[in-house]
């Protein structure tokens, strides 16, 4: 199994500003993504993190307002760039090693934007 | 395309009685499947997954899942509801060739009460 650590747990932050999230796992691990989960909704891929290499987002995410870094195979961050009320929601950091294994997920960071 | 649909956003069952939790998949390929879990200010835990072995699956806490392909079916069940099990669950498939790249259901909410 592989254990994800997320820096900030939550954080308030003023609108216009940027929030850079940090997602720690202690193993190597293949894959990494970033989700969304806002207000009293499911998860939301917004992207792949690629190893040393530019992430791969999903449609209705861009690199300007989210983006991404994967320096090595443990760890990876997210920046919230500047940031609305509109992107209050947890973020959460996912890990795994492929198929047939199961991805697991970080304690998620709660931002609320004011 | 991979999609998840899960019935009732809302379920509540009163303690000891059984808990069924519906969802139905979409997919073009074999499907992997999951169960997962979120409790109050927390992430994900993994309850149980499907990845194309037995079709009943268990998982941890007492819950178990069925693959149906007939029904496109991955309902979740436990037969004895504890307070303690009150939470989000999720639905979640596999994107093909997505290794850990997830596609989540909306989500039930799980009450449990006296």
């Known amino acids: 199994s592989a254990v994800i650590s997320q820096k900030p747990s939550r954080d308030i932050c003023q609108r216009g500003t940027s929030l850079t999230i940090q997602c720690q796992v202690d193993?190597?691990?293949?894959?990494m993504f970033w989700y969304r989960q806002q207000p009293g909704q499911s998860l939301t891929l917004i992207a792949t993190a690629n190893q040393g290499s530019e992430a791969t987002y999903e449609s209705g995410f861009v690199i300007d307002k989210f983006p991404i870094s994967r320096p090595n195979l443990t760890f990876s961050t997210l920046t919230v760039s500047n940031m609305s009320p509109e992107d209050s929601s947890i973020y959460l950091c996912s890990a795994g090693q492929g198929v047939n294994t199961e991805a697991f997920f970080g304690q998620g960071t709660r931002l609320t934007v004011v | 395309a991979q999609s998840v649909t899960q019935l009732g956003s809302h379920v509540s069952v009163s303690e000891g009685a059984l808990v069924l939790l519906r969802c139905n998949y979409s997919s073009s390929v074999p499907p992997y499947l999951f169960w997962y879990v979120q409790y109050p200010n927390q992430g994900l835990q993994l309850l149980l997954k499907?990845?194309?072995?037995?079709?009943l699956v268990k998982g941890i806490n007492g819950f178990e899942a069925e693959f149906k392909k007939s029904e496109t079916s991955f309902h979740l069940t436990k037969p004895s509801a504890h307070m303690s099990d009150a939470a989000e669950y999720f639905c979640?498939?596999?994107?093909?060739?997505?290794?850990?790249?997830?596609?989540f259901g909306a989500g039930t909410r799980l009450a449990v009460h006296p």
């Open positions: 499907y990845t194309s072995a037995a079709t």
């Open positions: 979640a498939v596999s994107v093909s060739g997505g290794y850990n790249k997830l596609i």
């Open positions: 193993s190597q691990v293949t894959m």
